[in-house]
């Protein structure tokens, strides 16, 4: 079992930065790959990027690349956004990819133990 909760959200204007950061407990964290997604106001959840049980490997949302990286250590995944956008105002998650799930899936209900999320508003 892992437990997840997001936190680094604000209001930040556009082009700034902001880090968000999902803590994990759980003693099998760092067994799991970690995904981010988003879901904007009258919105589907939209997946922003997944990295690697080991952080070697990521993989990312056409929208984000180039302005997002994600990282993660032993207890937190890490998610560096630069160069926001009005359009990247939304709640961000954090969840785990299912064990059973393939890296590079984009489908919310491949990935489980979902955070809470944390409020991003980016204003021009």
């Known amino acids: 079992q892992v437990q997840l909760v997001e936190s680094g959200g604000g209001l930040v204007q556009a082009g700034g930065s902001l880090r968000l950061s999902c803590a994990a407990s759980?003693?099998?964290?760092?067994?799991?790959?970690m995904g981010w997604f988003r879901q904007a106001p009258g919105k589907e959840r939209e997946f922003v990027l997944t990295?690697?049980?080991?952080?070697?490997s990521t993989y990312y949302a056409a929208s984000v690349r180039g302005r997002f990286t994600v990282f993660r250590d032993n207890a937190k995944v890490y998610l560096q956004m630069n160069s926001l956008k009005p359009e990247d105002t939304a709640v961000y998650y954090c969840?785990?990819?299912?064990?059973?799930?393939?890296?590079?899936?984009?489908?919310?209900?491949?990935?489980?133990?979902w955070g809470q999320g944390t409020q991003v508003t980016v204003f021009s």
């Open positions: 990295i690697s049980s080991s952080g070697g």
């Open positions: 969840a785990a990819l299912r064990k059973t799930s393939n890296w590079g899936t984009q489908n919310p209900s491949d990935f489980g133990f």
């Open positions: 759980g003693r099998t964290f760092s067994n799991y790959a």
